[in-house]
């Protein structure tokens, strides 16, 4: 069995270029074989969601759609997921209903928000809410229909991509769940952890957006849009996203700076990094994280994104307020009813999220 990218690392090649094609299994091109209601009536269908960090909520607002409409039945639906989807897929899997989730959600938010956004101690939230989320038998609800995407550095130092979608225990699942997140420095003072006797670290370093194996149609959903680097760049030279920069800066270095920041280099003095994984990995990261043109739901697609582009790239590790998560749901939501629309499975019983 193999994991199915939604669409082929669009400028990722550049890994391949250098040092060959990672050793992934076969994957086949991503084109979905029957109808999305066809794939329902007959329980062939399976969900894709993107790396995500801190944006997770747009898939809690995706998954309330999918899960009214019939489309995702909880427990039974496979799914595959890298990053922060694998946190934000947590109600398909009939783990925790979608109100609770996000309460569950706002509290982590807040709580990283006021410890200079959680910067190099996310996994240990991580953690946290795992203990909360994942109940005694959970591995054994997802043996089977989650597949969690994780990578490992290669000698070169570039990142292979893996997948697990079978668990010992309700420990080996959320370790798996820390691996498939972990965001190397940010997460925690090193560049990988350690998960089934091997470093590594979040999926999302070599594969944008996974489809589960064995389907016949995966709906994929991307918190980006297909992203034009050049024009982000011009952007930087703008006033309006220096100020978002800025901001973002000043929340993480918190109100003592330099404590912050000798606590930082401290924690992370003697933790083995290797340049060529912190090259090859900032190279991998930020082309493999581009989803392409062919996803099904992303921010923009259908409605206007009322977070600037900068802005909302960096809420991937800089937390939403409580208030900003309503408005990322309610963007998931609108969003996938109007991907709903177009390939006619409205109209919606009830209205969504409201």
């Not at 946190?87 to 899997?93: L, T």
């Amino acid at each position: 069995m193999d994991i199915n990218p939604a669409t082929p690392p669009p400028v990722g090649s550049i890994i391949d270029q250098m040092f060959g094609p990672a050793p992934l299994p076969p994957v086949r091109c991503g084109e979905n074989t029957t109808s999305v209601q066809q794939a329902v009536a007959q329980g062939t269908l399976g969900v894709g969601y993107s790396g995500s960090g801190l944006l997770l909520f747009y898939f809690i607002g995706v998954s309330k759609v999918l899960q009214q409409l019939g489309v995702i039945k909880p427990g039974t639906t496979k799914v595959a997921a890298t990053s922060g989807g694998i946190i934000g897929c947590a109600p398909d899997f009939g783990l925790i209903d979608h109100d609770t989730f996000l309460k569950v959600g706002k509290d982590f938010v807040t709580r990283c928000r006021n410890r200079n956004n959680c910067a190099g101690q996310l996994d240990s939230e991580v953690g946290r809410i795992m203990d909360i989320v994942l109940p005694p038998n959970a591995h054994e609800v997802l043996n089977g229909t989650a597949y969690i995407m994780y990578a490992t550095p290669n000698e070169q130092g570039a990142p292979i991509g893996e997948y697990v979608n079978t668990y010992e225990s309700r420990d080996d699942l959320a370790e798996a769940i820390r691996t498939g997140t972990y965001l190397p420095m940010w997460s925690a003072p090193s560049m990988t952890r350690l998960f089934r006797g091997k470093r590594a670290y979040d999926g999302g370093f070599r594969r944008a957006l996974p489809c589960p194996p064995d389907v016949t149609y995966c709906v994929t959903a991307s918190v980006l849009p297909p992203l034009d680097f050049n024009h982000l760049l011009r952007q930087l030279l703008e006033g309006k996203t220096m100020g978002i920069l800025s901001k973002a800066l000043r929340s993480t270095l918190g109100g003592s700076p330099w404590q912050f920041l000798t606590q930082f280099v401290r924690a992370n003095r003697g933790s083995g990094y290797k340049m060529e994984e912190i090259i090859m990995g900032a190279v991998a990261y930020s082309t493999a994280v581009n989803p392409g043109p062919g996803v099904h739901i992303y921010p923009g697609k259908y409605n206007p994104n009322p977070f600037p582009m900068w802005d909302w790239i960096l809420k991937m590790v800089i937390p939403p307020t409580p208030e900003e998560v309503d408005i990322i749901v309610e963007m998931g939501v609108k969003d996938a009813e109007a991907w709903a629309r177009e390939v006619g499975l409205s109209p919606l019983p009830l209205p969504v999220g409201r």
